[in-house]
């Protein structure tokens, strides 16, 4: 077996290791969510890690004021970032912000953050996510 057979076996394995899911995929919106930022991702940040794009992800989807100590993100904000990648065809409607909420959370639990806004989710969830 050659070296470079091993590395791609050992990269096939790392790469599924990463994009493990915790969102079933029956969830919709969670699916069509990991196909467009993992074309964006092969497409505009190819050198980076799947983890580091995450990261950059939510970094722009938490508000300037929240960067510094974040632990939520909306899920409002997902639709600004598809929009600033071209995608906003793409954007969640209610329904499926409400989809994926209930997926985090369960069917009928519903989080309120402090600014009024209901579709939160924290940032271990929406590396999940995403």
Known sequence: MSIATVSARQLTIRSSTIVARSFSSTCEPAERLKCIFEEYRQKNYSRETPKRFKKELIKAACSKSQ???ATTVAIESLNQILINIGRPDQC????????LCSEVYGAHRTVRHKDGKEHIVSIDEMM???
Not at 92 to 99: K, Q, T
Request: proline share 0%.
């Open 128 to 130: 999940k996510l995403i």
């Open 92 to 99: 969640l409607s209610e329904d499926d912000m409400n989809r």
């Open 67 to 69: 960067t510094e100590a």
